[in-house]
């Protein structure tokens, strides 16, 4: 069975310090999919990225970037020079593809969350 | 565009009582999912919908439904609510099923049972 584990449960860092958010995964497939998501206080879900199992190579994107690596099932997400703004609860989340069902899915398996808190 | 919608925002509802809860997708997708929130806990799978059909389910009770109309909107059914059914309720859509297929979610609903 596939589980997502975000031991971070809440990080509080000064605005313009950098903070990296812990994703490790369980899954039994060899093509599966992982998404960061970020919840800011209104509670919808933002959908920041999205890598799959094939393709480790970093990512970069502004202030944000993505390391995955298969070889300890990590997907962890740094933001470089945080800002007030940053602050909310991001989810780490895992989408298996079933080869029985033509790569179909099961819904997405969620981490518990992160609350990051960024100070001015 | 428009992203996902999702009524009602709030709801309040007592014991025993149903609840039905709206999802209209981005357009052009033709894939949707529902999840709930419970405080301080990752999104749950529900249910995924597409074409209409039911493909895929998560570990809820049968007082749990959903259905997918031909404009692709969908509504998910809660009957004989329970005090742990308060959560929020988020509606996804996807242009598939598949995995590759990102998750943009509504605004969702959030439940309160009384």
Redesign the interface.
């Known amino acids: 069975a596939q589980k997502v584990t975000q031991a971070q449960t809440e990080i509080s860092v000064v605005e313009k310090e950098d903070v990296t958010l812990d994703c490790v995964y369980e899954t039994r497939d060899t093509t599966y999919y992982l998404f960061w998501y970020k919840q800011p206080p209104s509670g919808e879900l933002v959908f920041l990225i999205r890598r799959n199992s094939f393709d480790e190579q970093n990512e970069i994107s502004g202030r944000y970037s993505w390391n995955f690596q298969k070889s300890t099932s990590s997907f962890n997400f740094t933001i470089t020079a945080s800002q007030v703004v940053d602050s909310a609860v991001y989810f780490c989340a895992l989408s298996e593809a079933q080869e029985y069902s033509g790569g179909g899915a099961d819904g997405l398996t969620f981490g518990k969350g992160t609350h990051l808190i960024i100070q001015p | 565009d428009a992203g996902v919608t999702q009524s009602p925002t709030h709801l309040i509802k007592t014991r025993g009582q149903h609840v039905t809860l709206r999802c209209s997708p981005i357009s052009g997708h033709k894939s949707v999912?529902w999840?709930q929130q419970v405080l301080?806990?990752?999104?749950?799978?529900?249910f995924?919908y597409y074409e209409k059909e039911e493909?895929?389910?998560?570990n809820f009770p049968d007082r749990f439904s959903a259905r997918q109309f031909p404009n692709y909107s969908s509504e998910l059914n809660v009957n004989a609510l329970l005090l742990g059914d308060s959560a929020?309720y988020?509606c996804?859509s996807s242009l598939e099923?598949?995995?590759?297929?990102?998750?943009?979610?509504?605004?969702?609903t959030?439940l309160t049972v009384l």
């Open positions: 999912s999840y301080g806990q990752g999104p749950q799978f529900i995924q493909r895929g389910r998560g929020l988020l996804a099923h598949k995995a590759r297929d990102t998750q943009y979610f509504g605004p969702g959030r």
